[in-house]
Structures are given as C-alpha cells and as structure tokens.
C-alpha cells in the first residue's frame, strides 16, 4: 500500500515504470555525452486562447454558447466565426441569412438578448466571437415582404428599418457580367442584390453603426462578406468611421475580407487592395489541397510543399485560409466531408503546416445545395443536435469540432505555434512528413495502401500519444535518442505528435467521439492496432537498455554507477510486470 501511495503521485505503477525508464534513458544519453542537451520544450497551455477559428454556419446562439463551454474552450480554439446576426428574408435555405431586410440583431438565429449572452458565455470560455456581416448589399430585387424579425422591404430599394431608399443603391441594376471590369463588379448586382452604394457617406455611417453594435455587444472582429463587391478606398472609409464611432483600436479587432483572386480579374479587385484593412481569404490554399489530395501529395507542381510558396499568394500573416467553408463545398472546389479521409488528412495538414490563420468548418450533412440547417423553419434554426452515429446522413449536423482527429490537431497547432517547418521529407508516392521545430510531427499516408515508414524528426526521445488517430492515447509511438521513429501508417491515415502529449500527461478516456463519422471509428482501431501504446513502451524499454549498455563502453562508468543503473532499470521491468 504505501509503494502504491508512492507510485500514485507518478499516475500510477505504469507511469511510475515509464517515467523511471525515460529517465534512464536520458540519463545514459547524457553520460555519454561531453555536452548537455538542451531541454525538452513545454506545450502550449491548454487555457491559452490559439488563432484557430471554427466556422459555425448556420448553428443558431443557443448551441454556439453551449459548444464555447463544452468544446471550443475547453480543446484551445481562438475563436468562433458565426453566420450573419441580422435580419434577413424568410426562409429555409442557408442563403437566405445573406440577404438582410434591417440591421436588427434578431435573427433566424436567435434573438439580440442571445447573441449578447453568446458572446459573454464564449467570451467566459476564453472563444472570441467573429461576426460574419453582410454589408455589400440588402435582399435581393426579386423580393419584398416582411424579415424574419416582421420589418417591411422591398424590391426597389425601400428599407425603411434602417433606413434605406432607392437612392442609397448603385444606379446599375444589371447583375455582374465582367470580372475584368472593376466598375461593373463594384457597382452592379451581385447575383440580382440590391447593391449598396459605399460611397456614400450616410450608407458608410450605417454600416458602421451596425458593426459599432456588435463590438459593443463584445465580438472580436469580423468576416466582412462579398468584399471584392466593394472598392478598397470605400473599405479603408468604412473601417476608419468605425474606428470614430467607437474610439476603438482597430488594430485589436479581427477584421477578415472574403475576396475571391483570380489573376483574370481587373486589378482593382486582386486580395493585395485590401490588405489595408485587414486580412483576405486565400482560396488558392482551398484549391491546392484539393488538387493535392485527389492526386499526390508530393507533385512537384501542386503538391504540399507548394502551399504559401508562390510570391502571387498573400502573406501567412495576412491570409485567412481552410480546407472547405460553406460555398466551396457546394461549388465542387475544395474537399468536402464526401471525400472522407482526405478531407480529415487535408484539415490535419492545415492546422499542422502554419500557412495563414486556419479555419475548421463545422456545417451539417446535405442533399440539395440549398438545404438549410437540419430542422430549420422559414423563419428560426432550432438548436443543433450533434450525432450519435457517424453515418453522416443528409439533414443531420456534422459537429466536426467534436471529431477526434480535429481535437487532436486544434492541440498540436497551439502547441507548436510560432515555430518553424523543419524535417520536410518525402516517404514515397503520397506519404510525407514534417515537423514543426521539436515541438511536434506529422506524417500523413495519403495512398490507398497501408507504408511502414522510419520518420525522422528532431522531437526529444519519448512516448508520444498519436492525437491524429485515439482521443485517448491507446496509439502511441516511440521516439529514440536520434530523434526516429518506425510507424504503420494504414491507407488514408496519419500520425501527429506533440511535446506534451504523451501518455503520462493525456487526460482524454474515449477513443473516439459519437460525431465521428463511421469510417474513421473504423480507421481509428486500425490505426490503434498498427501504433499500440504497449508497443511503444516496449520499444522505449529496448532502447533504454542499448543506451545503457552503449554508455558503459563509451563513457568508462565506474562499476558503481553502472550497477546503479542497471538496477534500476531492473525494478521498472519489476514495476511495469507488477502492473500487467
């Protein structure tokens, strides 16, 4: 009882003979050296707010203010982007919420009291909320009626809630027909939306003032939708009329512009104008990791390594980026959750490599392009109910941010945040790996067949939990003193590994959550079974009695020390058999 009690404060007998054969393991290495090694880096806090954004679309208030407690804070993500908080048209598609009748913060979403207790219940959390905001244009011309919150509109520009008037409208009424002409893009239709005229000093005021009341209501910044839709120069005017209004540093205020490139295009309308004010979509990453995944990996044309590397993309600092959002995966240009793994293998990829700001997009399963939020009514979307299976049917909610592969890598960005890509090496046709400084390691297996692989990185030897694969560490590998490790990567899997994450200090039970979609419940126990932590154990215990056994040669111990050790290497093999 008392060798218990003792062992206790070390996670117990196993822990207790783990630590102890780490320890001798660093012990023998160092011997054997002249000079220290540097020590082990920390992990990232996990109450430390990261820059990962999750894409909430069309999840009313209620159920993002649930998800802040229970998920977003808890697993390290930055912030949490929303769908458009203001009135809209009535409806049950989701485009419906990107075409407002008033800036009233009652919404097919939830009312302006639930916004507000959202965003302190996030706020709590230690998850900024970003609003998405809808300031290019109101409803369409072919509409007309009431909004969701019963305010009158109509289809000649008659807005009476905010109010506008036909004569707060460009005066073209044609829809975009020439991208290479910036004063049809800027001036026109955008689909048949009545179009905004921003150059006007009233409409600027306006909008300013409805994001005015979203940062008082507490938000964190902003996705500024349809912005190419808007000139840089009417951007630069809006955004310092918010700063008037609110007497607040910008500079401390998220501001993220959609603005679609295309080296076609006028040049008016290229992402660099409107670096200014803010940061800009980079779909070009979207595009890449489709092409990349869908073929290999490692092509020297559009492969992974290409990522962020043409001087025409916008700097990592600047870019906002994601394997998918709302409008991509219904336009067939970027992987979507119908691809399975890649589309898991793509999102680890992003959260691992450091190009641009990530976002995770968590939407829900559909059949028609149109389909809105599961259960949603023309004019309310009921709270989201996550799964309890993973067979992904149409009408139902992904919940993504709670799939085990996601949580796993939303840990491995923050804790390798601000260090370098580092060990860049192809392992054969569509299986790669790299590291991020000596803080973590991914290597993916993008093939459709099963690779053994010795991966080399320069993580400091030790068990690590694989978060890729179990949400409870039960995949596990070893890294040796120089710095490799031997793997089984099954077809369509990975391995992720982090400083900090390692069986001693993991505190997840499940291996995998109920949202997981079947086939990774199915890869998870492959990968498990290919990278048991047993194992990696066993082959830490192998290692550590080589370097012992090398120490005593090279370094000349006394017979003393020598015996020392292999003592207490004795009582862990002792301890660890006790246990099993």
Request: net charge negative; with cysteine; proline share 3%.
């Amino acid at each position: 009882m008392r060798i218990w009690a003792k062992a206790r404060g070390f996670g117990g007998l196993a822990g207790l003979a783990r630590k102890m054969t780490a320890a001798f393991a660093s012990l023998a290495a160092a011997l054997a050296s002249a000079s220290m090694l540097p020590p082990a880096p920390s992990a990232v806090a996990a109450e430390q707010r990261g820059d990962v954004i999750v894409i909430a679309f069309q999840t009313n208030w209620n159920s993002v203010a649930r998800e802040c407690a229970e998920t977003y804070g808890p697993e390290g993500v930055g912030f949490v982007q929303v769908s458009p908080p203001q009135e809209s048209i009535t409806g049950t598609q989701w485009w419906t919420s990107y075409q407002p009748v008033s800036y009233r913060l009652d919404s097919k979403l939830g009312t302006e009291s639930e916004f507000k207790d959202m965003v302190e219940e996030c706020r709590a959390a230690g998850v900024g909320v970003i609003a998405d905001v809808v300031i290019n244009h109101m409803a369409g011309a072919d509409r007309s009626g009431m909004g969701v919150a019963g305010s009158s509109f109509d289809g000649s520009g008659d807005f009476p809630a905010v109010p506008y008037t036909a004569a707060n409208f460009h005066d073209c009424i044609q829809n975009v027909s020439n991208y290479r002409d910036a004063d049809n893009v800027q001036n026109c239709r955008l689909t048949g939306l009545q179009d905004l005229d921003t150059g006007q000093e009233y409409v600027r005021g306006r909008l300013a003032e409805y994001m005015a009341e979203l940062l008082d209501l507490g938000v964190a910044g902003f996705r500024v939708d349809a912005v190419k839709h808007i000139s840089a120069d009417d951007m630069v005017a809006i955004k310092s009329e918010l700063a008037r209004r609110t007497n607040v540093d910008l500079d401390d205020v998220l501001f993220e512009q959609e603005v679609i490139g295309s080296a076609s295009e006028a040049k008016e309308i290229q992402p660099s104008n409107y670096l200014r004010t803010g940061k800009v979509s980079e779909f070009n990453v979207n595009v890449r990791l489709k092409e990349a995944f869908d073929g290999d990996i490692n092509s020297s044309s559009f492969g992974l390594a290409r990522i962020g590397a043409s001087a025409s993309w916008v700097e990592s600092d600047k870019a906002a980026v994601w394997v998918t959002n709302w409008d991509t995966e219904r336009n067939g240009s970027a992987l979507t959750y119908k691809d399975g793994a890649k589309y898991l293998l793509a999102n680890a990829f992003l959260l691992a490599y450091g190009y641009g700001q990530p976002h995770l997009y968590s939407g829900y399963y559909f059949g028609d392009a149109d389909d809105g939020a599961p259960g949603a009514t023309a004019t309310a979307v009921v709270d989201m109910v996550c799964p309890e299976n993973g067979d992904e049917a149409d009408g139902t909610w992904q919940c993504a941010q709670r799939w085990t592969a996601i949580r796993g890598m939303i840990g491995f960005h923050n804790a390798v945040s601000g260090t370098e890509v580092v060990d860049w090496r192809e392992y054969g046709e569509n299986v790669v790996g790299f590291g991020r400084g000596e803080i973590g390691y991914l290597a993916v297996n993008n093939s459709d067949a099963p690779v053994t692989r010795t991966f080399a990185t320069s993580m400091p030897a030790g068990v690590y939990c694989n978060v890729y694969a179990s949400g409870d560490c039960s995949a596990a590998v070893f890294v040796k003193a120089d710095g490799t490790f031997e793997a089984t990567l099954p077809a369509g899997s990975a391995v992720a590994v982090y400083a900090g994450a390692t069986p001693d200090d993991w505190s997840g039970k499940r291996r995998v959550n109920s949202a997981d979609p079947d086939w990774f419940v199915a890869s998870a126990v492959e990968m498990a079974a290919a990278q048991p932590t047993a194992q990696a154990d066993a082959v830490m215990d192998g290692e550590t009695a080589e370097a012992i056994e090398e120490t005593s040669r090279s370094a000349g111990l006394s017979v003393v020390v020598l015996a020392a050790a292999m003592l207490l290497v004795a009582v862990a093999a002792r301890v660890r058999r006790f246990v099993s």
